[in-house]
């Protein structure tokens, strides 16, 4: 699969799905594009460095979503692009890009949803005081964190975690998870019945 990773921020997992992709752990996907609707965001700097073609545009220079989104549509198309990988990239995404990719954009989330929704999971855990959380990749619709669950791993929250320490725990759990699962769907094994996913082996 060519793959096109979005970002808005730091790009921790952009950078570690490159560095699975440069240790053979990418299976057959490759990564082609980074997508960021913050051209100033980190992220950028780091595909910079990993050599891979960026496409930064700001959506206030469009005039709505609609048209900003077309434009991603035409680079991925252009660029035959077959999976969206969404990695911290903070927008919902409308119908010009969802039918044209059906079945075929994952997000990854640092809650076990539908716990947590939204914006800031890792502080609303912290809040709330669940005792576990985790992450979780999932198939993406029109809501917010709201599509098919692929695959959800736990991590325990522990006495005395910071908003901080709870985050890097979660991190690294991200940086082994979301590569295994890309690979998975590069090789054909992710299976979509109604909101059941299966992993095959
Ligand atoms: C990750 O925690 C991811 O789960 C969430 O946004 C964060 C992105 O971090 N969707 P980074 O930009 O990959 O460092």
Redesign the pocket.
Known sequence: SRIAVF?S??????AALVQAQQEGKLGGGSIELLVSDKPEAP?AQRAEEAGIPALLLRPKDFAGRELYEAAIVAELQRRDIGLIVL??YMRLISPVLLEPYAGRIIN???SLLPAFAGKDAIGQALDYGVKLTGVTVHFVDGGMDTGPVIAQRSVEVKPGDTADSLAER??QV?YGMYPEVVAAFAAGKVELNGRITTIGE
């Open positions: 970002a921020g730091q790009g921790s997992n952009f992220v990695a911290g990854i989330h640092p979660i991190h991200e």
